[in-house]
Structure formats: C-alpha cells, structure tokens
T-cell receptor
C-alpha cells in the first residue's frame, strides 16, 4: 500500500476554514484517497473519499491535485466539534479485504 | 440502527487471564475488522473477516484469536493476556457496495492488563 504523509498537528480558529494537507507521491492509478477522523475517546468515522475529481459532502470537501500526488481536506467552517485526529488513507480498488492502514494522522485543534 | 456496538466498554485483567470482546453490527455487512490503538498511535489491524465463517490475520495478530460464527458478530479473544495488550480495541464493519466502501467503527473497548 502506498504511504501518506501528514503534518502531526494543526491549529485553527473557530468558524474559519481549515485546509488539511496529505502527500501521497507513490499513489497508484487505482488508489482511492479516503479521509477518516477520530474525535476524542471515539472510534474513527468516515469523512470523505475520492479518486481524481474534487468531492464535496455535508462534512467536508476533498481537493485532489491534478497529478494525484497530494490532496487537501477542507473544512469550510471549523467548529469546536471538529477538533479531532484526521487520517488520510489510500485504498486500492478492487480489494477483497478492505483493510485500512492508519498512519498517525493530523491532530487538529480548534480555538474558540 | 445501532450500527456497530462493542461489549464491554472497559475491562481490567490480570496477566494470564483470558477474555472475549464482542462486536455486533446490524447493517448486514459482510466484512468485519478488529483494530487496536495504542496511545498516540494510529489504529493497527489485528484480524479481519470477509464473511461468516472466515477469518484472516492482519498486521498484529499474535496473542489474539477471532471467530465469526454469525454474520452480525465478530469475537476477539485473548487467551492469556499480557501487559503489552493494554490498548483500546476498535471493531469495524464494511459494506461491499463499491461506491461507498467505507468502514463503520464501534465506540471501542478500553482494556488494561496489569
């Protein structure tokens, strides 16, 4: 599985946009980019995923570089509840196991 | 829908004791997973199952056994607990619908081995 690199931590102010970067220079053509987040004392939860085009959902947006070697998770308006560890994970398709390989992720602090 | 539930939420064991962690899901998912998370680390896969009656090893399977006798349940067993198994254990299940392919996690079981 291709590796991802994320900053260990980031800070944001409440109600401001947050851009969480992820580098994946060895991504293959069939790798999907998944983002999960883990709120304190909870299990991870799915945020968003994409392959080539930018994606939007109710939680966030995912911007994927044209060469797919990097991506950015965008929280349009951070709230205190968004303070969490954010994991960028590559998943190949098709996969008969669905295994997720977690790195250390980015710890996002949101200041009031 | 309860989603993914885990029993118990907390447990303290003495070295050498055994226990079973139960994971249950009500989403009719085929795939289920057991992860452990040590302080300050990401999750690591212990064992997983791609369907009822099947199991396979993940990254860190030593010291653990699993069973998937029913589709909705995935059990993780520790036969002889060691302090190195002190961790938070998360279960997850996954839909096989290609367009989603996301995992749904339980709330975790915090295990301390003394």
């Amino acid at each position: 599985d291709a590796k991802t690199t994320q900053p260990n931590s980031m800070e944001s102010n409440e109600e401001e946009p947050v851009h969480l970067p992820c580098n994946h220079s060895t991504i293959s053509g069939t790798d999907y980019i998944h983002w999960y987040r883990q709120l304190p004392s909870q299990g991870p939860e799915y945020v968003i995923h994409g392959l080539t085009s930018n994606v939007n959902n109710r939680m966030a947006s995912l911007a994927i570089a044209e060469d797919r070697k990097s991506s950015t998770l965008i929280l349009h308006r951070a709230t205190l509840r968004d303070a969490a560890v954010y994991y960028c994970i590559l998943r190949g398709i098709p996969s008969n196991t669905g295994k997720l390989i977690f790195g250390q992720g980015t710890t996002l602090q949101v200041k009031p | 829908n309860a989603g993914v539930t885990q029993t118990p939420k907390f447990r303290v064991l003495k070295t050498g004791q055994s226990m079973t962690l139960l994971c249950a899901q009500d989403m009719n998912h085929e795939y289920m997973y057991w992860y452990r998370q040590d302080p300050g680390m990401g999750l690591r896969l212990i064992h997983y199952s791609v369907g009822e009656g099947t199991t396979a090893k993940g990254e860190v399977p030593d010291g653990y056994n699993v069973s998937r006798l029913k589709k909705q349940n995935f059990l993780l067993g520790l036969e002889s607990a060691a302090p190195s198994q002190t961790s938070v254990y998360f279960c997850a299940s996954r839909s096989t619908i290609l367009s989603t392919d996301t995992q749904y996690f339980g709330p975790g079981t915090r295990l301390t081995v003394l």
